[in-house]
């Protein structure tokens, strides 16, 4: 019962703070001048029908309304003005084509991030003082601190350029599964890997550092078991329930892409969609994009939160 009260209020306040954030976007979009990069010609006079018929000369408040209406009354996201490429198409039909290269490069770097971060993290905590858990931990301090876009360039330079092991960009086509498309995705991934292995390394080695140093360790090993069965059989169990949460919202958050990465590597996903509605005025693309990032962030909150009660059984969200 309490867990189903702490579920309805997290998608309450879930609900609430998705409303108040698109409000704000779609009023600071729209106090924005009006630009319809179109020529003249038959494209031009359709675009412009379009625009009179969505009500965008409309007061905000009016728009506003509208934009609602047409979303739940007939599942009208609008339509592509500014963007060339895309003019005049539906905005939801143009996300679910470029969606596919970003779900592709995230789910590809949190498939490589997790096992050698946490392989890292185990690896610097039992080694705890040594020397080679200074050497990890200076370098995870080195990589937590250098922003994901530098690895771009770094990788780029050194393993595209210098060793011509990869492309520089990102393959054109649609055989996503191909080892081609694979091999140019890879120096993305490898950009998008590095910080997060170092997060994943940073966290694992603290929270298996604090359990190996809890009593019931101690009290395993007088009872006979090696500092191995010990570590594997108790620590890594109770130290994996604050770790599994964060993967688990690794995983819903990869949708979410990296807009400065995909833009570096010519990735034709969501998040360079999203910066060239920003740069075009594109009206609906923005409001849609941004309700789609806004959602991604606040459901992979939720799903860390919920995901601890279900990894251990002794947790119970919401009790008194």
Known sequence: MYMFKYIMKRLGLLLMTFVIIEVIC????????????????????????????????DPIPVQFVTYIKR?????DFGICV????????EVTKVFVSRLPPTILINVYSTIMAVPIGIGLGIFAALKKNKWQDQVISTVVMLFISVPSFIYAFLVQ???????????????????YFSWD???????????????????????????????LTNDYMLLARTKGLTKAQATSRHAL??????????IVGEFVGVLSGSLIIEKIFAIPGVGGLYLASINAKDYDSFMFLSGFYILIGLVA????????????????????
Not at 164 to 171: A, N, S, V
């Open 26 to 57: 779609f009023v600071l979009i729209k106090l924005l001048p009006i630009v319809i990069d179109v020529q003249t010609g038959k494209d031009a006079e359709i675009i412009r029908m379009q625009i009179e018929a969505r009500g965008y000369y």
């Open 71 to 75: 979303i739940f009354l007939y599942g």
């Open 157 to 175: 330079y050194i393993l595209c350029f210098k060793l011509d092991l990869f492309p520089l960009i990102m393959k054109h086509g649609y055989d």
């Open 82 to 89: 500014n963007l060339p490429e895309y003019r005049n198409q």
């Open 181 to 211: 498309m694979f091999k140019s995705m890879l120096p993305a991934v490898f950009a998008l890997s590095f910080g997060s292995i170092a997060g994943y390394t940073r966290f694992t080695r603290a929270e298996l550092t604090e359990v």
């Open 237 to 246: 169990r109770n130290a994996m329930v604050p770790i599994f949460p964060s």
């Open 301 to 320: 909150s939720i799903v860390i939160d919920l995901s601890y009660g279900i990894i251990d059984p002794r947790i119970r969200m919401g009790a008194k």
